[in-house]
């Protein structure tokens, strides 16, 4: 994937100048502030060249704004009167480098080779010196993953939110859990992460908040400090988190909220200043609506969301993942000369991988230890398996009520519950009338019960009745 410029100059000779310059680039123009801010969060460049004066503001003050995006953009200061006071305020904002108009093109050439190679250089050394700084660890090609990576850098800035991390399995959601952390302030100390699916409801609660001695059978004689405690002053990731169960939930918000909690058996409270990342695949809206996670939680979690996208979904980052993970795992499996045909990397470009990226990680693996010669082939990669996913036992009745549904003769009965709407009548009061009619029937003229079901509160309804001239059943309360 070819860098991304954006320069932002009101003068069109200037913009132009620019685009032939680096023709073998892609260049993204901007004409004032405002213009620059929308690509900047549309593109993510790779660099900015931006003029310091702007018809709507100054180019100085845009430069902080542009960080606030992406803190790590290489910027280039184009200015008419160079100063002393000029460089060292661009130095205190961020530029990385400054230059005067007039200027020949083969300077802003070399500069933005330079800064760009120096980028590069950065992260080929971050990553194989192995240093855990969020952006060595994960491989950003693609936009999508781009756009994730600016988000993680403005998350880490801000060392006590809580985010919420959303994404299919495999897609690398404890990754980005811990790139928030190693960017962070928080950094220091303790990375803590507990898989909510794979404990039962009072090991889960012992493992996050410890217990105090003889809290219950098999109980340490001494007691135990929980997750929170441990990654007191540093992060705590919850993976998986809608499987948490409900009564759980309830501990979880006030830890949450209050920044204390009890251990299991304990009367004192204890305090920590802890960040949590939670992570989940599961739709949890949904899971609101279906009564299996609590309402209050999923805002509390949700204060910053990061969704994840799915492989499939960012395929510039295919082949650059399968290389970072070549080079590591290649030699760690004693073949350092192995190296991805074009036609295998043809293969894995047109793959879907719905295992994302942990079934990419196993597929280079495999192939590494499997190919027969240094060049790995399209058939040393297992990219054919059909995958069947065993529903849960609540997916599985709904598949054969489905099933079964599909094998039954039509009927023209609607079924039990439905609500027919008149051809001549689908004007939006009709339809409520309808609805809370249905809702009322349903809940034996019960008022509260109906405006529970409609989820609305009972002075709602009441207001709704009389506006939409909807009589109660007799005896309705």
């Known amino acids: 994937m070819t860098p991304t410029i954006l320069v932002v100059d009101d003068e069109p000779s200037i913009r132009l100048a620019v685009k032939r310059a680096f023709a073998e680039h892609t260049v993204r123009e901007a004409v004032d502030c405002a213009q620059a801010l929308e690509l900047a969060r549309e593109s993510y460049p790779d660099i900015c060249i931006l003029d310091q004066k702007l018809p709507d503001g100054d180019g100085l003050a845009l430069v902080a704004k542009l960080k606030g995006i992406d803190p790590d953009l290489p910027v280039v200061l184009l200015t008419g009167h160079g100063s002393v006071d000029l460089a060292v305020e661009a130095l205190k904002v961020g530029v990385s480098d400054f230059i005067e108009k007039p200027f020949p093109l083969e300077r802003l050439r070399t500069t933005v080779r330079n800064l760009l190679e120096k980028q590069a250089l950065g992260r080929q050394v971050k990553r194989l010196s192995g240093r855990n700084d969020g952006r060595s660890r994960m491989i950003a090609s693609s936009l999508a993953m781009k756009r994730v990576l600016a988000l993680i850098k403005r998350v880490a800035g801000v060392p006590s939110t809580t985010v919420l991390i959303q994404g299919e399995s495999g897609v690398g959601k404890e990754l ?272 509260s019960k109906a405006a529970e079901r409609l989820g609305i509160n009972r002075t709602t309804l009441y207001n709704k009745l009389k506006e939409l001239g909807v009589e109660a059943p007799e005896g309705a309360a």
């Open 176 to 447: 980005v859990a811990k790139a928030i952390h190693e960017r962070s302030a928080r950094a220091d100390k303790q990375f803590v992460a507990i898989n909510c699916a794979a404990l039962s409801e009072h090991l889960l609660e012992a493992e996050l908040f410890g217990y105090e001695k003889g809290a219950f059978t098999g109980a340490d004689s001494k007691g135990k400090s929980g997750l929170f405690e441990v990654a007191h002053g540093g992060t705590i990731f919850l993976d998986e988190v809608g499987e948490m169960p409900l009564a759980l939930q309830t501990k979880l918000l006030r830890a949450l909220q209050e920044r204390r909690f009890r251990r299991v058996g304990g009367l004192a409270d204890v305090e920590v200043d802890v960040r949590v990342v939670a992570a989940t695949n599961r739709d949890l809206r949904a899971e609101v609506g279906a009564g299996r996670f609590r309402q209050d939680l999923y805002f509390r979690l949700k204060v910053v969301p990061i969704p994840v996208p799915p492989l499939r979904e960012r395929r510039d980052d295919i082949l650059a993942l399968a290389d970072h993970l070549l080079a590591r795992l290649a030699p760690e499996l004693g073949r350092p000369a192995a190296t991805l045909g074009d036609a295998a990397r043809a293969a894995m470009r047109a793959y879907d991988w719905p295992g994302n990226v942990r079934e990419l990680a196993n597929a280079v693996e495999r192939a590494v230890i499997c190919a027969e010669a240094d060049e790995i082939l399209p058939e040393d990669l297992p990219m054919d398996e059909q995958v069947v996913v065993q529903p849960r036992a609540d997916q599985a009745a709904g598949l054969r009520a489905v099933a079964a549904e599909r094998e039954a003769p039509p009927s023209r009965e609607p079924p039990p519950g439905s609500i027919v709407l008149p051809p001549e009548q689908r004007d939006l009061a009709t339809v409520e009338a309808l609805l809370i009619r249905a809702a009322l029937a349903e809940c034996g003229g019960q008022k």
